[in-house]
């Protein structure tokens, strides 16, 4: 495998990881007791770090990245592990 294919695929990773971690670790402001801001939505976040987004998703998007690769090389996972004949088979 190219290392601009194993850049493509930790890119793609990364921006999922990115964006499935967001939610996580983030409290609104009546969680935390602080005011708001007068017009602000209920729900808006009081505490987002978009540092620790960052660094989660980087280090999340690096150990799928490395399994991806790994499976790739020693071909645990293939595609002729899943038989999707059978579903259509009367």
């Avoid at 493509?8 to 801001?37: R, S």
């Avoid at 989660?56 to 998007?61: D, E, G, K, V």
Wanted: charged share 15%; proline share 3%; net charge positive.
């Amino acid at each position: 495998m190219q290392w601009t294919s194993v850049l493509a695929i930790y890119f793609l990773f990364w921006v999922t990881c990115a964006f499935f971690l967001l939610p996580f670790g983030v409290k609104t402001h009546d969680e935390l007791g602080v005011e708001k801001v007068r017009g602000q939505a209920d729900s808006a976040p009081a505490n987002f770090r978009p540092r620790v987004v960052v660094l989660r998703a980087t280090i999340l998007a690096a150990i799928l990245t490395a399994l991806f690769v790994a499976n790739f090389v020693y071909g645990w996972i293939g595609v002729e592990m899943f038989d999707i004949s059978r579903l259509f088979r009367d």
